[in-house]
């Protein structure tokens, strides 16, 4: 591959031996861009706009909590996907940093071949998310993924999720009362109800590796890869919360209208004779429990255990 063609990788890290170790185990097959402090970090990545960002988390000048949320405050360099690398086993900051954003967590000291491989699955997501328009993989309305990219990248990262013994959630989203909509406004203001919820839908997640996705009609799909059953609450909450806040401009009138969603929520830790339409068909299940449940709500299971 020529070094041209190459895509490119900022390692963000105070220490020396760190930054060198990660240069020799990446530079092969990716271009290197290097900073030592947080602030510098932040500069470099919105000139140079790389393809992936590998960051400490402790760090003199600026932690890297903090640099990731300047990555995501800022429209230039908020969808570069961060991976952080730290030579602590704390819980609590892993669950803080995916919250933030994160793609995925490194420890030190580094193992080549893991190294490589987190480095390339996410470098495959970058590389196929520059390839969706490409490939018809857009909704021509809302503008967002359609059921084909859907179903691409959920077999992507249910096998992913089986490989790396990790969970993965699903959030189903229907519109409530969508053809009353309709009949009231008609089908020209449902569409741009449609295009607006989208919107909300692709704001309230964060990580490069989520995904949503309009499944057909008024229904639409959140993948949420490496996501527990709590950080899949908290979007679909977002979710619901934001929708119901929408007010669309009706088109001669003076009110504005509103909509709401019912959502149905999954986690799994799928095994490898698992099905990723179990997912699907479960979450769609608890979507219409939620409906009938009164609407505008969330509705769920109890949190899987892993192995079980």
């Known amino acids: 591959m020529e070094t041209d063609n190459k895509q490119t990788i900022l390692i963000v890290d105070d220490e020396r031996l760190s930054s060198a170790v990660l240069n020799n185990i990446l530079s092969p097959a990716y271009s290197i861009l290097m900073s030592r402090s947080g602030k510098t970090a932040l500069e470099i990545a919105a000139q140079a706009i790389p393809d992936l960002i590998v960051l400490d988390i402790i760090m003199p000048d600026m932690n890297g909590f903090d640099v990731l949320k300047n990555l995501k405050n800022n429209a230039v360099t908020s969808k570069i996907p961060v991976i952080f690398i730290t030579g602590l086993n704390n819980v609590r900051d892993e ?22 491989a987190r480095v390339n699955t996410h470098m495959q997501i970058v590389r196929q998310m520059r390839m969706i328009e490409n490939l018809g993989m857009i909704d021509p309305l809302t503008y967002i993924p359609n059921r084909r990219n859907f179903d691409e990248r959920l077999d992507m990262e249910w096998k992913r999720a089986i490989r790396d ?74 979710i619901r919360a934001m929708t119901e806040a929408v007010r669309i401009t009706i088109s001669n009138q003076k009110n504005k209208a509103s909509s709401t969603v019912s959502i149905g929520a999954v986690t799994r830790y799928p095994e490898t004779e698992d099905s990723a339409l179990e997912l699907i068909a479960k979450a769609d299940e608890y979507m219409y429990t939620a409906k009938k449940n009164g609407k505008n709500r969330v509705y769920t299971e109890l949190p899987p255990v892993p192995g079980l």
Not at 168 to 176: A, G, N, P, R, T
Not at 183 to 209: M, N, W
Not at 210 to 225: C, H, K, N, S, T
């Open 95 to 116: 669950e803080n940093g995916f919250l933030l954003g994160a793609v995925d967590y490194i420890t030190k000291p580094f193992i080549g071949t893991i190294v490589k």
């Open 165 to 238: 013994k990790r969970p993965i959630s699903f959030l189903m989203i229907d519109l409530d009362n969508f053809k009353q909509f309709n009949d009231a406004y008609g089908h020209l203001q449902g569409d741009e109800l449609l295009k607006t919820v989208a919107k909300v839908f692709a704001s309230c997640i964060r990580r490069p590796a989520d995904l949503a996705a309009r499944l057909g009609g008024e229904e639409f799909g959140v993948i949420l890869p490496n996501t527990d059953l709590n950080g899949a609450m908290k979007v679909a909450e977002d």
